[in-house]
């Protein structure tokens, strides 16, 4: 498998690929990754494509390789393989994704994960991408959205297999310190990234204190907190507890002792595996009304939704659900149940049909 960004650094694309890693090798499959690598441990499996570099993609910061010097380890790693079949993440990033396209004949899948209402790059790309592109023997996107943008701006089509997850992993254990007598509500994201919406959560929380002075809020996510601590006032300080990046031990904890998880996202979802998390967990959701997370959520059935980038009503709702245990426990029930059908028992067949009829090819 390629992936085109820092494994070290938080995200979806990083998250599926390294679990779909361990998925193949507890199978007994042969696999090696090709990633960017910053300073730290890697597991075995990976091989570095060279160091990161941030460059600004999708109103984030990606992490990527490029250059002279990623293409000869690319082309290394492809001959030393031998692989059956190689698959690569995020195909058009400029990475080792297309690298990997542009130096051998594959066989090659490729999964598409990134969804804009428009891409104008993209637009612009596909035509000098398409050789490259062309090479793929088979396509899948993580959603219908991420499948639409992939056949409007390159064409041809993709079967939709989304990310997965262990939801074994996300039965965690309330912690007594990160409960507030009048409730929990949690948000994870990266704190230093707006479109995951952490300004909206705060700008709502005179209104949720008001009511539920007790109350507490877990953020968690890498980035620097300074800012948006700052943004508070001291007198709620005491109620907003900023965790910064946590293992995904304390995550599940935390998600399974949250009243409400709340995710205020303003835009550039493909998907919404966070919702998924904190479903398995068994924690009631509050989101966006954006597509990725509306069609995650059956349109409002498996969780509330609310209009992005309203603080006012992101309150409303969350209180209305503080003080309706009935509601919040129908939510969590259906949301374990609906949480199952993205476990990586049930995925990993998909993918593997994939391969095989690549391979086979």
């Known amino acids: 498998m390629v992936c085109p960004y820092s494994l070290g650094t938080p995200g979806g694309v990083q998250n599926h690929v390294r679990d779909l890693a361990e998925a193949l090798l507890s199978l007994g499959h042969e696999v090696s990754v090709l990633a960017p690598v910053d300073d730290g441990a890697i597991p075995p499996y990976v091989v570095s494509s060279g160091r990161a570099v941030g460059v600004p993609y999708n109103g984030s910061i990606a992490r990527v390789t490029f250059g002279p010097r990623t293409a000869a380890r690319v082309k290394s790693w492809l001959a030393d393989g031998n692989f059956d079949v190689v698959h690569v993440h995020e195909p058009t990033t400029p990475s080792a994704s297309i690298i990997a396209l542009w130096s051998a004949d594959g066989p090659f899948v490729a999964t598409f994960h990134t969804w804009q209402v428009r891409s104008r790059a993209m637009s612009v790309a596909s035509s000098l991408l398409r050789p490259a592109l062309e090479k793929i023997d088979a396509r899948i996107a993580v959603s219908e959205n991420a499948r639409s943008m992939m056949v409007q701006h390159i064409g041809g089509e993709a079967v939709v297999i989304p990310n997965g997850l262990y939801t074994a992993r996300f039965k965690g254990s309330p912690r007594a310190e990160w409960m507030g007598e009048d409730g929990a509500i949690s948000f994870l994201g990266r704190l230093d990234e707006p479109r995951k919406g952490l300004g909206v959560l705060l700008d709502a929380v005179p209104a949720l204190i008001a009511e539920r002075p007790r109350l507490k809020i877990l953020v968690a996510g890498s980035g620097q907190a300074d800012g948006a601590r700052r943004s508070l006032p001291p007198r709620y300080h005491d109620n907003v507890l900023f965790l910064g990046a946590i293992d995904d031990e304390a995550r599940a904890d935390m998600l399974a002792g949250s009243d409400v998880y709340v995710a205020p ?97």
């Open 265 to 361: 996202h303003l835009g550039g979802e493909s998907f919404g595996i966070v919702l998924v998390e904190a479903m398995a967990a068994g924690a009631p959701v509050l989101a966006s009304d954006l597509p990725a997370f509306r069609q995650v959520l059956e349109g409002g059935q498996l969780g509330e939704l609310f209009e992005p980038g309203d603080a006012g009503e992101l309150a409303s709702r969350a209180l209305r659900l503080l003080r309706r245990p009935d509601e919040r426990e129908q939510l969590r029930s259906v949301g374990l149940a609906a949480a199952l059908k993205y476990d990586w028992s049930v995925l990993l067949p998909e993918l593997l049909s994939v391969y095989e009829l690549v391979a086979n090819r």
